[in-house]
């Protein structure tokens, strides 16, 4: 069974605008990944959020985990065009295996 | 440095044949992976190796084997390749198991019909 979970499934935007994506995983982690996968492309790694770490930030990506209620959401700042790709969260649990999410498809519009 | 390269690109298959899906790393990892990805799913570990020497079980192994051939070459083999088995798959490595990023090649595309 999938970890992780992914809020919208799609989300269309202007650029420039923000994008914020949730992810809510069901039992307890080691940390939280967010990678992004460019159509017909492998995934890229794009930050990492451990469980005792609340907030991260990386260029125009944030990241927060609430590990009370199970919840990180990834927030793109001042889209981009090239931004447009799919991103899944992934966690960590405690056997360290890595489980991911089913994905948000991001489209920004130019 | 290619990163993580698989072979082939894509494959068409009949039921019932085999295939070995090739994957390697020139980024000295100790750790392999070996995902498939469908459509409206995310991916699913199928086998991994922690370290070279090592293989294990991951989600979703059954109808798979798997092959750490040296550090670098990590294989998957469909020994009877079923129509359940068309999907997406991408080899990963990472520095060490414990150690938190993947990084991953551009996927093989198999279909089998």
């Known amino acids: 069974s999938q970890q992780g979970e992914e809020d919208p499934q799609a989300l269309s935007i202007q650029e420039g605008e923000n994008a914020t994506m949730n992810c809510s995983y069901k039992?307890?982690?080691?940390?939280l990944q967010w990678y992004r996968q460019n159509s017909g492309r492998g995934l890229v790694h794009l930050i990492l959020?451990?469980?005792?770490?609340r907030e991260k930030h990386s260029g125009r990506l944030r990241v927060t985990l609430d590990t009370s209620k199970k919840s990180s959401s990834l927030l793109i700042t001042a889209s981009r065009a090239a931004d447009t790709a799919s991103y899944f969260c992934?966690?960590?649990?405690?056997?360290?295996?890595?489980?991911f999410g089913t994905g948000t498809r991001l489209t920004v519009i130019p | 440095n290619a990163g993580v390269t698989q072979t082939p690109k894509f494959q068409v298959l009949k039921t019932g044949q085999s295939m070995t899906l090739q994957c390697a790393q020139d980024?000295?990892?100790?750790?392999m992976y070996w995902y498939r990805q469908d459509p409206g799913m995310g991916l699913r570990l199928i086998y991994y190796?922690?370290?070279?020497?090592?293989?294990d079980k991951g989600e979703v192994p059954n109808g798979y084997n798997v092959s750490r051939l040296n550090k670098r070459e990590f294989s998957l083999r469909l020994e009877s390749a079923a129509p359940s088995q068309t999907s997406v798959y991408f080899c990963?490595?990472?520095?060490?198991?414990?150690?938190?990023?993947?990084?991953f090649g551009p996927g093989t595309r198999l279909t089998v019909l």
């Open positions: 039992t307890s982690i080691n940390n």
């Open positions: 190796s922690a370290s070279e020497g090592t293989t």
């Open positions: 959020i451990r469980s005792n770490e």
């Open positions: 990963a490595s990472s520095g060490d198991y414990a150690r938190d990023t993947q990084y």
């Open positions: 980024m000295n990892h100790n750790s």
């Open positions: 992934a966690c960590k649990t405690g056997a360290n295996n890595l489980f």
